[in-house]
């Protein structure tokens, strides 16, 4: 059965007038759109090529301790996305990113405070580390979920080769943000480029997924391609999609969503039945594919279920104050 967008709280709809008014004048003023640098020679890329990608397989081993969810369809996971640059509804990532997403060249940039920064193209970062197939839930704010096959490897490799300075505290993600491409951008629905940010511990944690592909193929556009980060045991939105660069920071990262309604969502956003969202119960959720309309919804565990490997990381915090 097809969830219509219409039974979810969308993202979208946590712009009260004032924020709406403010970054539309932050817009007028020019100081909101603060990603010509990123994105100049993509500009004229652009211009030049925007055919879609060819999947390509990828060869994965699997890795240990895969739940035994569901997996959801890949029609699913890959026809129902949240990728605002593409526009606030769930059909549009499939729609357009596609065809219009660029892939090639690839640069991911990671700096600030490490003592080598580097910068690495796709093909450099398939050699990096062996690719894992690894299965998580993936719950979304708004209380769906999915069970994704990504093809990735743990993020603390690709930190670790430039090597974080002790100074080093939290890790920033910043996503691709091309005018030319991205149609969601003209609307200021959110501050672009998008960025999202964790802890530095939370960063190395081996569950912190970077991700090149799903379902045994390259990334679809619509999945955040060609290089996205995924963070298990927390909401979807902390899984920023086609990263482009990271940055090793001193201090807290503030993330496009905790920007755009910090009473609604906080730097950390682990997984948690028990805090409510401000507008709606975060107890259970629908999964995507597999739970419809009609049938109740699931119960969402603490930490999307990985609490066992994850809840030290926050010994002795108060979850409910940082949420
Ligand atoms: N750059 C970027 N990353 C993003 C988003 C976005 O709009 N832009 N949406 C987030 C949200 S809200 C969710 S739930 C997941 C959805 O990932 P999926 O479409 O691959 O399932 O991507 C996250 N990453
Ligand atoms: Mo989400």
Known sequence: MKIRSADITPESVVLGRRAWLSSTARRA???????????????????????????????????????????????DVTGYNNFYEFGTDKADPQRLAPSRLQVRPYQLVVK???????????????????????????????????????????????????????SAKYVEFISQ?????????????????????????????????????????TLPAQNGSPVRLVVPWKYGFKSA???????????????????????EYGFFSNVNPAVPHRRWSQATERRIGEDGLLSPRRPTLPFNGYADQVA??????DLRRFF
């Not at 093809?151 to 430039?162: E, N």
């Not at 030290?312 to 915090?317: E, I």
């Open 241 to 263: 999609k086609s990263i482009v660069e990271i940055r090793l920071v001193e201090s807290q990262p503030i993330p496009s969503w905790v920007k755009t309604a910090p009473q």
């Open 112 to 166: 600030g405070l490490v003592a080598k920064p580097i910068t690495l193209g796709f093909d450099d970062l398939l050699k990096l580390s062996p690719l894992e197939e690894r299965i998580y839930r993936l719950r979304c704010v708004e209380g769906w979920s999915m069970v994704i096959p990504w093809v990735g490897f743990s993020l603390s490799a690709v930190l670790r080769r430039a090597q974080p300075l002790g």
């Open 177 to 217: 943000a091309d005018r030319a491409t991205m149609p969601g951008l003209s609307s200021p629905v959110l501050d672009w480029p998008y960025q999202e940010g964790l802890r530095l511990d939370e960063a190395m944690h081996p569950l912190t997924t970077l991700t090149v592909g799903l379902y045994g193929k």
């Open 312 to 317: 030290s990381l926050y010994t002795g915090m």
């Open 29 to 75: 003023t020019g100081l909101g759109v603060g990603l010509s640098g990123l994105t100049a020679s993509s500009l004229s890329q652009a211009s030049v090529s925007r055919l879609a990608e060819p999947l390509t397989p990828l060869a994965a081993r699997p890795w240990p301790g895969m739940p035994t969810d569901k997996l959801t369809p890949v029609h």
